[in-house]
Structure formats: structure tokens, C-alpha cells
């Protein structure tokens, strides 16, 4: 048995432009996922994920398609809930040579779905490192970043960015720019995290912008406007400059918002967490539904989102220094 766990993260700044080679800073945080995976002799694939409820039913799956969750919702569905799992799992299958492989994979994690917290990535990481680990195989931090990179692209029809995979897998913040991945050095943050209860899904999220920026040239500007905000965030978190910080993850918030991947209640919490004195707000994510991230040193910003109608949770998320971990 090989259990492994790997971070959530937040964006400080570029999600959605980085998918078009504009640059962006996530910034992995306390929230895992945890995946323990133990090889199976008959080749089949069972997993166990508590959390991937689909209208109450916990899905619980094994490895053909006549395996195929026993729940009665529509397939598209169950494959929206279990793609992330079964593409890691291909995945380790092919960087082992072990085509034939089967595993029980149980995940147990704190991170919301689809909720902008990077849940995707973090399960992806910790479950291609416990496999393969499982299978004796030691993959170093940028395969298995890359390796979690290819999972989240497939599920996203081709159109992913390295951000979340890369910064799960190492940890603290990063800076990536298409293939350019590296960790950065990050003043104390005052994060402070606001969750409306609901999701987005990234794949459709993507494919929003992909056809926006297709249509309109000005929807491609403000992708390179959101790479332009990215670049002065950097200064600012070189300068260590929480407040211009702020207003620049203000700023971000309106472009993606032109952008269509916000929604009435992620504007209604970036806007009490506003109110109520953070430096800046804004979604975090793919969008759609799901978490805002504010700033904010003192007690106001998480003390107004509890009592904002439509946020479901507030709470101040530390900085994960380390990236994905064996667990012992
Ligand atoms: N605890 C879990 N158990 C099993 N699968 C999970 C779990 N958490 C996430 N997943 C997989 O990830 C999918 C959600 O990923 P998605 O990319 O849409 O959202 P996210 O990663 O939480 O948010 P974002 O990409 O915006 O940061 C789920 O549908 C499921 O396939
Ligand atoms: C929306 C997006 O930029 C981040 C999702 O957490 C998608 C990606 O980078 O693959
Ligand atoms: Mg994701």
C-alpha cells in the first residue's frame, strides 16, 4: 500500500489567459488530497472517492466499461466525475511499461470540486505518485508534474496550462508561462478564501474563453491584458507590495469577469470581501461557481464572507510549502 498526498492551490493572478502562453502565479495551499493506491493481481481498476457524489450516490468503480458505476445518472456525468482519476491512472500505466497494472485507489480529500481550488490537479499528482511509487518506480518532481500535465490537457480537450500540476507538485508559489515552470519567492500573504458551495467545470470554462477568443478580438486583448496585470503582480510580490497586490488581483477579477467565468455569487463575495477592507478579491480558478481569494491581514474580510449570503464557507488558507509528499 502507497498513500501520497498533494496540495490545492489558489491563483494570485493569470488563470484562464495561461492557457494561451500568457504567464501566471498560483500559490499551492493547506488543503490535500490524499490518494492511496495498492496494486491489484487481476489488472482491474477500483476506485473508492468519497467525494464524488453524484446525487447522493458515492461512485465506486472498477475497471471496464461494463464496470462502469452503477448509478443512475447520465454517462456523461459519470465521466465528468471519474476521467481525472482514470487518465492518471493511464498515465502511470504508460511511464512504467506496466500496461497490464490494476489498483485500488481510495482518495480522501479537503479540497472542494471544481470549485477553483485546483482539486483536479492534486489528486492527479498524489495519485500518479503513489502508483507508481507503488509500482517501484520513483518518478522526480518535473515528470511527475508533466506527467499529471498530460491528465488535466486530455481531460480539457487539448487546452491546459502546467499551472496547477506544477504547482501542486512542487509546492509554495510558482510562476509558469507555457512549458516555463519555476517556484518563486513569495512574501507572507494574507489569503483569506470565500466558497459559494458550488463548482464550475474546467474543461467547458476553457472552451468558453477558447470560442470568446476566437470570435472577438477584443476578448484576445483581454487575455494579453490579464498576462499584462501578471507582470506587475510580479513586481509587486518581488516588492513585496501586499497592497498593490490587491489591486492588481482586483483588476484581474474584472478581466476575467469580461471574460464570462464569474458568476452573481463569486462577484457578490469579491465584493463584500471589498467592502469590508481586503487589499483586493477575485475568483479563483476556472470560475463559473466556487471560490474567491482575498486579501486581507486582519479578521474583517473572513468575519463579512460568513455573514455574506451565498457563501457557504470562509476561512484563511496557509501558504503549502511542500508539494506532493509521501505518507508514511
Ligand atoms: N476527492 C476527489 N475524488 C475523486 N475525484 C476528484 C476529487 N476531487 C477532484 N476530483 C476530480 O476532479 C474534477 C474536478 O476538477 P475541475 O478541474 O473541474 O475542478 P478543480 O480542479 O477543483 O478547480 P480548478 O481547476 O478551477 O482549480 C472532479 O469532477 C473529479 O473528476
Ligand atoms: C482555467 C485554468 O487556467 C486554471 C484552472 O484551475 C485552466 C488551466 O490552466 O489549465
Ligand atoms: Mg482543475
Not at 507503488?134 to 508533466?146: F, I, N
Not at 490537457?153 to 504547482?167: K, W
Not at 507582470?231 to 492588481?248: C, F, K, P, T
Not at 469577469?257 to 471589498?274: E, K, N, P, Q
Request: charged share 25%.
Amino acid at each position: 500500500m502507497t498513500l501520497s498526498s498533494a496540495p490545492g492551490k489558489v491563483y494570485l493572478f493569470g488563470e484562464h489567459a495561461v492557457v494561451y502562453g500568457e504567464p501566471a502565479v498560483p500559490c499551492a495551499i493547506e488543503r490535500r488530497a490524499r490518494v492511496e493506491v495498492q496494486q491489484r493481481d487481476d489488472g482491474r481498476l477500483r476506485v473508492n472517492a468519497e467525494d464524488l457524489s453524484l446525487n447522493g450516490f458515492t461512485v465506486e468503480y472498477g475497471a471496464t466499461a461494463d464496470a462502469r458505476p452503477d448509478v443512475d445518472v447520465p454517462e456523461s456525468l459519470v465521466t465528468a466525475a471519474t476521467q481525472y482519476v482514470d487518465g492518471a491512472i493511464e498515465q502511470v500505466r504508460e511511464v512504467t511499461g506496466a500496461e497490464e497494472a490494476g489498483f485500488d485507489v481510495t482518495i480522501e480529500s479537503d479540497i472542494p470540486l471544481g470549485a477553483g481550488l485546483g482539486s483536479s490537479a492534486a489528486v492527479v499528482v498524489a495519485a500518479i505518485d503513489a502508483a507508481t511509487r507503488e509500482l517501484g518506480v520513483t518518478l522526480d518532481r518535473d515528470e511527475l508534474a508533466d506527467r499529471a500535465y498530460r491528465t488535466e490537457s486530455q481531460v480539457q480537450d487539448g487546452q491546459a496550462s502546467r499551472a496547477d500540476t506544477f504547482c501542486s507538485a512542487t509546492g509554495g508559489a510558482v510562476r509558469v508561462e507555457g512549458d516555463d515552470c519555476r517556484s518563486l519567492e513569495a512574501p507572507e500573504l494574507p489569503i483569506v478564501i470565500g466558497f459559494d458551495g458550488g463548482a464550475g467545470d474546467t474543461g467547458q470554462l476553457v472552451a468558453g474563453v477558447r470560442d470568446l477568443r476566437e470570435e472577438y478580438d477584443f476578448a484576445a486583448h483581454t487575455v494579453e491584458a490579464i498576462g499584462d496585470v501578471v507582470r506587475n503582480g510580479e513586481d509587486a510580490l518581488a516588492d513585496g507590495d501586499v497592497e498593490e497586490i490587491g489591486r492588481l488581483m482586483d483588476f484581474n477579477h474584472g478581466l476575467l469577469s469580461a471574460l464570462g467565468v464569474s458568476s452573481r455569487s463569486l462577484d457578490t463575495m469579491v465584493w463584500a470581501a471589498r467592502d469590508a477592507g481586503a487589499h483586493g478579491a477575485k475568483l479563483t480558478g476556472a470560475g463559473g461557481g466556487g471560490c474567491i481569494v482575498a486579501l486581507d491581514p486582519t479578521e474583517e474580510t473572513e468575519t463579512a464572507l460568513s455573514f455574506t449570503p451565498g457563501c457557504e464557507d470562509a476561512f484563511r488558507a496557509e501558504l503549502a510549502e511542500t508539494g506532493v509528499k509521501r505518507v508514511e
